[in-house]
């Protein structure tokens, strides 16, 4: 019985000392998603995200750690597929690939009330009604920690949304705080935002932190629609290559040292895999082109944090390898995927009757071929004198050579905009010119040129129509604008709209249909080369403008 004994406590203590005294927690990050749920030939889509999910959690299955899936917000709005649900084709992806919680960005107020109006018609509407529903539908959390009631000054208070949440990583107590950038409501439709405000949010997140380290986080991590900007990642240390003013980096220089161990940001479209501050973050572009990835080693006995590794953005590729396995789709994924492509392939090929003898693109915003193309197409069938768009940020991809479809003009233009037609005085466009060139410039136009030149601090604007005519302060001009714009959408009107607001008009056409309208009338075949004005700029400024320099 004593050797029996014996043998049993040898056994016992040479298990003890093969067990492992680390557990992985890997947390994956998603950002600005977008609406892409299908692969295309750019695009993995979520269905391929799903594949490397599952391979992570096989990994940590393999050695008992576990997997944290958070998504920084942009989720649903930007493709056919999802928005033909308004976003609820997303939602059940999200809820298959099992997210533990998601942000909420600027683009989740896009669709406003439920149904075809993307704004209010009448007080009776609620202008976050489709994102509320969403937030019901969703079997994760949306977090907005400082998403404020402007009525009540105080936090939202919407059904499944909140401002953090602890979540259970197998035995380690993990918080998520969720924030929005400190611009979120200059970058949606204005009207459905009127009775929101931003928060600054470190306050938000300090906060937050402090209330989940006392309910027993060992890891605290941050979902943010902030984003920054870095072109190098071999070493997450060397901030060389990042823009170091970016609002992520700001926001984690001013959190005290230690209380937040992670950020996943995004909003902005860019990589990031560094550590600022003592903070990993990680932002992996848009539309599913990557995914970001740390790895957390938990000390099993203590619960401290005593290692940590930044991935640089992992490319999203089907049918790759990763974690020593073929990548496999999540079978529910595909299934969502697939129902949400064939509700939308018809329109999605449908042709519109016009051949692009070369690609039209962005390069060279806010004066590219496209969207010189843009404007130039909503002038020829508006009866104004002057468009004015937001082609940096309105149109959001570039448009490929050959037959042109439906779906391919839908993904350069997904947004339910309008047309508004205003009327300017020469003055005013003059002043929205003047602010323009000392921000990055996000407007293109056709129909006048506009001159800036400074001497000193003193500025100069000169505009002419397009016959060459000066516009006047005095002259009044017709200018079609759509209605994000025109309700203040990225501050480019705000400085001329009238106390009360512009009319909008509901019976005008969204500027997406008037686009294809037009380049179904015109038919034939277009080439790049005749809307490319390089030799003869619509916009001219300084290169080095001082920042002085203002319309006095």
Not at 480 to 505: F, H, K, Q, R, W
């Amino acid at each position: 019985m004593k050797r029996i004994l014996t043998i049993l406590l040898a056994v016992a203590l040479l298990a003890s000392c093969s067990a492992p005294t680390e557990l992985i927690i890997t947390v994956i990050g998603t950002n600005d998603v977008h609406g892409q749920l299908v692969q295309t030939e750019e695009r993995g889509g979520l269905v391929t995200v799903s594949g490397y999910v599952s391979a992570v959690r096989a990994a940590r299955e393999q050695d008992g750690g576990g997997v944290l899936l958070i998504d920084a917000g942009d989720m649903w709005q930007g493709t056919l597929e999802s928005n033909l649900s308004e976003g609820a084709a997303m939602v059940s992806a999200y809820n298959a690939l099992g997210y533990a919680a998601a942000a909420i960005g600027n683009h989740e107020f896009d669709f406003g009330p439920i149904g075809s109006q993307a704004i209010p018609s009448s007080d009776k509407d609620d202008p976050v009604e489709a994102l509320k529903q969403r937030a019901t539908e969703a079997n994760f959390p949306l977090l907005a920690a400082n998403l404020i009631d402007a009525n009540t000054g105080v936090r939202v208070n919407w059904e499944n949304v909140h401002p953090s949440v602890l979540v259970d990583v197998n035995g380690v107590t993990v918080g998520v705080i969720g924030v929005t950038t400190s611009n979120a409501l200059q970058r949606t439709i204005a009207a459905n935002v009127r009775e929101l405000r931003i928060a600054p949010l470190v306050p938000a997140i300090k906060e937050q932190a402090n209330k989940l380290r006392k309910e027993g986080a060992t890891l605290v991590i941050v979902t943010a629609h902030a984003g920054g900007m870095c072109t190098e990642f071999d070493n997450p240390n060397d901030l060389s290559s990042c823009v170091g003013t970016a609002e992520i980096f700001e926001v984690a220089r001013a959190l005290p040292t230690g209380l937040v161990d992670h950020i996943i940001a995004g909003h902005v479209h860019q990589g990031v895999a560094h550590i600022v501050n003592g903070i990993s973050i990680t932002s992996s572009y848009s539309n599913t082109r990557a995914f970001g990835r740390v790895d957390f080693s938990i000390d099993r006995t203590s619960g401290n944090v005593i290692n940590r590794r930044v991935y640089p953005p992992h490319p999203v590729v089907a049918g790759a390898e990763y974690e020593g396995q073929v990548i496999q789709a999540n079978a529910d994924v595909v299934m969502i995927a697939e129902r949400a492509r064939q509700r939308a392939k018809d329109q999605k090929e449908a042709k519109i009757g016009i051949h692009l003898e070369t690609p039209f693109t962005l390069n060279g915003n806010p004066e590219s071929t496209l969207g010189n193309l843009f404007t130039d197409a909503l002038l020829a069938t508006s009866d104004v004198d002057v468009v004015i768009h937001n082609v940096a940020g309105g149109l959001r991809q570039n448009l490929p050579a050959g037959e042109l479809t439906f779906g391919d003009v839908y993904q350069l233009s997904p947004f339910e905009n309008r047309l508004v037609i205003l009327t300017l005085t020469g003055a005013e466009i003059r002043q929205i010119i003047a602010e323009q060139v000392h921000r990055r410039i996000r407007i293109g136009f056709s129909g006048m040129r506009a001159a800036v030149v400074c001497n000193s601090d003193d500025m100069t604007v000169a505009l002419h129509f397009a016959d060459g005519r000066e516009i006047l302060d005095s002259d009044s001009v017709t200018v079609a604008v759509n209605d994000y714009i025109a309700l203040g959408g990225d501050n480019i009107l705000t400085s001329v709209i009238p106390e009360g607001g512009y009319v909008i008009d509901d019976s005008l056409p969204l500027t997406r249909d008037i686009f294809i309208e037009w380049l179904s009338d015109t038919g034939g075949s277009i080439n790049a080369e005749d809307f490319d004005t390089t030799d003869n700029r619509k916009w001219s400024r300084p290169e080095n403008l001082d920042p002085e320099c203002r319309i006095h």
